[in-house]
């Protein structure tokens, strides 16, 4: 039914050029007159039921043959798209090329397609970070630091610290008596240490994957991160009282110098998030419902006007997200 040409362009975008007989644009002439007839008023005659002629001397030949053209169009759309296995990540720009009763439409379509991207080992470079373990403990600093900051936090009302007592831990949550604290806070300084060393690690092993990765980032993926960090930030701003306008107006700065600065940043972000997709996919690594189900009701309960199907999808995407990293992370028990 139609010819097409399709020609890659670069940052994983793609032209479509083709046409479309005019027989084809026919058979949508009843549904493109009841569209632009649908509003237009006549004396004498019922809304939404003008004749042909009448339609056409309102909105003319030119009109109708371009309605006619938008129709067919987003029918034959699909169709290219599945027939030539193409992932589109944005609908496309359509420009129509050639438009004349009797004669084949011309038309092009330039859209962003999810980009081709090629992996480095990152089995061995996962290997390499993960591969040397490190033991972590709760030195006499750490716990005389943490004990400190309890006790400065839990002053007295005449300004006098809390001395350290049965009693006292207690008070602070689930500890039985001052040697079941000391145990428990140097369980937690140790775990805390193991959390941030772990995502050291995880943030050197992104940084370095991105880096060895062939991914032709296309614009829209970069401006669609980039706008989630612009609203993260206002959110954050808001949330303390302030006015988005009048803080920038304090730093300086304007929402375009943000973009221009962060810009290298969303594209990273961007990176990361296709690369740990992509990853998932190769390695078979999906969140299961279970799990998906209680982290919306985890979101939920925190955030009850949270739409659920954005939580839905938010909680899949971390899950999964985590799910690779622990693969990775084991890989050195499996060389």
Do not use: C
């Not at 496309?92 to 992996?119: C, D, H, Q, W, Y």
């Not at 373990?133 to 006098?160: H, P, R, V």
């Not at 145990?183 to 941030?196: A, P, S």
């Amino acid at each position: 039914m139609f010819e097409i040409k399709i020609k890659k362009l670069p940052k994983s975008e793609i032209e479509i050029e083709g046409q479309l007989p005019f027989s084809f644009l026919e058979e949508h002439k009843v549904q493109a007159l009841k569209k632009l007839g649908a509003n237009l008023r006549v004396p004498g005659f019922r809304e939404g039921h003008l004749p042909e002629k009448i339609i056409l001397g309102k909105v003319g030949e030119a009109n109708l043959l371009k309605e006619m053209a938008e129709l067919a169009l987003s029918k034959t759309y699909p169709q290219i798209i599945i027939q030539n296995k193409i992932d589109p990540i944005e609908k496309p720009n359509v420009s129509i090329t050639k438009l004349a009763r009797g004669n084949p439409l011309g038309f092009k379509m330039r859209l962003a397609v999810m980009p081709e991207i090629k992996l480095p080992d990152y089995q061995e470079i996962a290997e390499e970070i993960f591969s040397k373990k490190e033991t972590f403990e709760a030195t006499k600093e750490d716990k005389e630091n943490l004990i400190g900051e309890l006790l400065e936090s839990q002053k007295e009302e005449d300004g006098k610290k809390s001395e350290l007592s049965d009693e006292f831990v207690k008070n602070l949550g689930d500890f039985k008596n001052l040697e079941d604290f000391n145990k428990k806070i140097e369980e937690g300084i140790k775990k805390e240490k193991e959390f941030r060393d772990r995502e050291k690690k995880r943030l050197r092993l992104m940084e370095e994957i991105i880096a060895k990765t062939e991914l032709g980032l296309p614009d829209i993926i970069t401006e669609s991160e980039l706008q989630k960090m612009i609203a993260g930030f206002k959110a954050d701003i808001e949330r303390v009282g302030l006015k988005t306008d009048g803080y920038l107006k304090e730093s300086g700065k304007t929402e375009d110098d943000l973009r221009k600065e962060w810009r290298g940043e969303a594209e990273k972000r961007a990176k990361g998030r296709l690369i740990l997709n992509k990853i998932a996919i190769t390695e078979s690594l999906v969140a299961n419902e279970k799990e998906i189900e209680h982290e919306v009701e985890h979101i939920l309960s925190h955030h009850p006007k949270a739409d659920r199907e954005r939580a839905k999808l938010y909680a899949e995407q971390m899950l999964t997200n985590e799910k690779v990293f622990r693969f990775l992370e084991k890989q050195e028990k499996l060389k």
